[in-house]
């Protein structure tokens, strides 16, 4: 019996010299308690939606409120644009402006002066805006003018008789180039031409149509800057710098200095509601003075979109 015990003790003890002389051995582990069920507080959360990006440009910057005068833009698919106004100068709203334009799509628009109907004239303006990037547009502009010296009775007295021989077709051609350049801040620059063609005896006493210029043939460069100052408003600041002008006189061409033909504009332009637009400008320059008799004179419009 005493030897039986002593041969078991001496089995256990090598056992745990063994044990301890072996470092990788382990201890066994404990039996694992089942895993509880996953809840869905324990579930991995879903990503967050991206935060919309925030608004780059103001209301007057967007695509359907863009102002396409003087600009690369044209009015959205669909569009219909009708403005009045009176005063101004260009050949487009001279005197006075009863605007209806609409968008076809694809950058096309058409435009006419309606007033100019009931004066003896007639437009029609077609424009196309053909390239659009995020920092950089361009636009052409080509249109039909006729003047009709007899149904012009703005012209009275000497005026009227001279005025009343003349029949013009003028043909206006644009290319202009527009750039957003930051959140506030609009470029614009147009190279444009005016080609004239008068019918019937026209000299130099026909000084209406002449110094009004709606019978002079011009090639002039149009710069001008927009600063959105507020999501409603914008100041607008344009240059005309005549490179060529000339009056078709029967006999012979006669050219037009520069002093005579620049002229400066000073706007702002303001969102009313939610498609009505007000426009107040300041024009400075010799036809001012021609049209209405003042160097410096203003012109307004009210601009209405559906």
Known sequence: ????????????????????????????????????????????????????????YGDLQNAELLN???????????????????????????????????????????????????????????????????????????????????????AQGAAKNVVSKIDLVNVPIELVGSSLVTRWLELDLAAHYDYVKAF??????????????????????????????????ALEFFAKLPLYSAVPFERKTVTVPFEKTWSLEAGVRSRLAARLFGNVRLHYGRIADVLYGARLYPSFDVEFRF
């Open 1 to 56: 019996m005493r030897r039986a015990l002593a041969v078991a003790s001496s089995v256990a003890l090598c056992a745990g010299h063994a044990v301890a002389a072996d470092p990788g051995a382990l201890p066994m582990a404990p039996p694992a308690e089942p895993a509880a069920a996953a809840t869905p507080a324990d579930a991995a959360p879903l990503a967050p939606a991206p935060p919309k990006s925030p608004t780059v």
């Open 68 to 154: 396409t005068r003087y600009s690369a833009y044209s009015l959205p698919r669909r569009t219909w644009a009708f403005d009045i106004g009176a005063l101004g100068i260009g050949g487009g709203d001279v005197f006075a402006n009863l605007g209806a334009a609409y968008g076809f799509g694809g950058g096309f628009q058409i435009e006419m002066n309606l007033a100019h109907f009931g004066v003896g004239l007639a437009n029609v303006d077609f424009g196309w805006h053909f390239l659009d990037t995020r920092y950089f547009d361009l636009g052409a502009r080509l249109g039909v003018g006729y003047g009709r010296g007899a149904w012009f009775w703005l």
């Open 200 to 233: 019937g005896s026209f000299d130099d006493r026909s000084s209406l149509f002449v110094k009004a210029e709606l019978a002079v043939s011009q090639l002039f460069l149009r710069p001008g800057a927009r600063v959105f100052v507020t999501d409603r408003t």
